[in-house]
């Protein structure tokens, strides 16, 4: 059995990352992104590689505020589920978060049980005060809006529950 191993992304694995991608998007649990913003987003990622070089998950920690940042783009491929991957990305990630000085994680999920087992919880609408709330408006990224529950991303957010842990 192979092992695997969390590193940093490179734009070497951008195709990769898409690749991954790709089949969750035509499942509808993801939304898909353009090749640019995922090279836009390279510094933002981390990858699980095995000791062949094969990419077996990834996962990005994008900041929202300077207390908060969301855990975005979370894959495990099928074939490395249940075997450790998505907690050990789950794990840099917050490691990344704690470096960077972010003191609350966001996700948007379907993963409910995965996220609650991580120490994440359900959240309401109201979780930033009204001055960040109003800045936070202002972001063109859709997931501010979806971290804001904004009305023209919750066709794209059906079924997802967001979740908020505290570091």
């Known amino acids: 059995m192979s092992e695997f191993r969390v590193r940093p992304a490179t734009t070497r694995d951008v195709r990769a990352i898409q690749a991954m ?21 390279t510094q933002q990622f ?3 590689e095995t000791s062949e070089g094969e990419l077996v998950g990834c996962g990005a920690l994008h900041v ?11 894959i495990v491929v099928d074939e490395w ?10 794990e840099a990630l917050e490691s990344n978060a704690r470096t960077l000085g972010l003191s609350r994680l966001f996700c948007l999920t379907f993963e409910v049980d995965f996220f609650t087992r991580r120490g994440f919880s359900p959240i309401g609408e109201q ?4 001055d960040v709330y ?17 009305a023209h991303v919750k066709p794209n957010t ?5 979740m908020l842990k505290n570091l």
């Open 134 to 150: 109003s800045q936070l408006i202002r972001s063109p990224d859709e997931g501010v809006a979806e971290f804001l529950d904004l």
């Open 21 to 41: 991608l790709e089949p969750f998007v035509q499942r509808r649990i993801l939304l898909g992104k353009d090749l640019v913003v995922l090279y836009e987003a």
């Open 46 to 48: 981390v990858v699980a």
């Open 127 to 130: 979780v930033v005060d009204p």
């Open 64 to 74: 929202m505020w300077e207390d908060l940042g969301e855990i975005r783009t979370l």
């Open 158 to 162: 059906l079924g997802n529950t967001r």
């Open 81 to 90: 589920l249940h075997r450790g991957v998505g907690r050990a990305i789950v």
